[in-house]
Nanobody, 126 residues
Framework: QVQLVESGGGLVQAGGSLRLSCAAS????????MGWFRQAPGQDRQFVTA????????YYADSVKSRFTISRDYAKNTVYLQMNSLKPEDTAVYYC???????????????????WGQGTHVTVSS
């Protein structure tokens, strides 16, 4: 069992930045692919980014590429999402997700992940 706790959400103006954190506990962090998804009101949960267990590969949705950066700190069992140049359409609840695999490929579907955090709200005002 893995517990995931997100933090760092809030209200920011368009063009601003936020950094989300996801602290993982319960299992060997280095064996997990970590992902971020987001869900806007009335919409399905959508893939944002993922990082493989090794940290060697990262994957991004086209809508956030070049603006968002995922990273992980093995010593702190934490994955981060640095969000720059935020837009109002980035407004959503952001969820951290994890799955135990060492596969080096993109996992972009909600069903690919076994563990989820409770979500953190991000609101970008225009």
């Amino acid at each position: 069992q893995v517990q995931l706790v997100e933090s760092g959400g809030g209200l920011v103006q368009a063009g601003g930045s936020l950094r989300l954190s996801c602290a993982a506990s319960g299992r060997t962090f280095s064996n997990y692919v970590m992902g971020w998804f987001r869900q806007a009101p009335g919409q399905d949960r959508q893939f944002v980014t993922a990082i493989t267990s090794s940290g060697r590969n990262t994957y991004y949705a086209d809508s956030v590429k070049s603006r968002f950066t995922i990273s992980r700190d093995y010593a702190k069992n934490t994955v981060y999402l640095q969000m720059n140049s935020l837009k109002p359409e980035d407004t959503a609840v952001y969820y951290c997700a994890a799955v135990a695999t060492i596969i080096e490929q993109a996992l972009r579907d909600v069903d690919d992940y076994d563990y989820w955090g409770q979500g953190t709200h991000v609101t970008v005002s225009s």
